[in-house]
């Protein structure tokens, strides 16, 4: 972790301790650029800024304030039935636990752990692309998915880091440690089994071509 650090600072991904909006704009992410997450949940929220508000709005204007996000016509369902749901259930404010965040419309593991993390800054994994690739090259978890990758990393890590590591690695992967990874000059080479990887088939690339020229 100390390594990864030397490249990145981490981020707070939502910049905001307030529930409702890091639910919203979670809900809005999915599938969905982080540029236009940021300006489609920004719309929404400056003519919806509360769930009672939002739970009144048609699902047609919700579409429009949340296009071009990814299945802007679920997300709008999924908004409207939400805001519903934490008036009439939960007082209208966002829940605190993960059992009640998975059981609103729209929301899994990852949207729930967020809202937790960010909303209500109680530890949780939010396993997403970046966690789950990043994790498993490291060598932490074998996993095949990020769900899969959030319930493993809760196991081994200890409960004080579980949100720092989305916002360290969310902008390590954007930085190096992407679909195609930069493992040469990595601060955290040394220690992950990808890098460690890397560094013997680089080393004997290198001997081979010096044996070419003898
Ligand atoms: S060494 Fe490569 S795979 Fe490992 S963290 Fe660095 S960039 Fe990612």
Redesign the pocket.
Known sequence: MSA?RLEVRPGRRWGSRNPFRVLVGALVSSRTRDRVTGEATARLLAIAPVPSVLARLPTGRIARAVYPAGFYRTKARHLKELAIILGEVHGGSVPRDGKSLRALPGVGPKVAALTMAEGHGIPAVCADIHVHR?SN??GLVRTRDPGQTQVALEKILPRKPWSGWNRLLVPFGQA??GSR???AG?P??RS?A??IK?GRMARRGAAGRKEGKT
């Open positions: 990864i990043i090259r490291l190096r440690c990874p930069r493992c990595c955290a080479r992950c990808t890098g890397w």
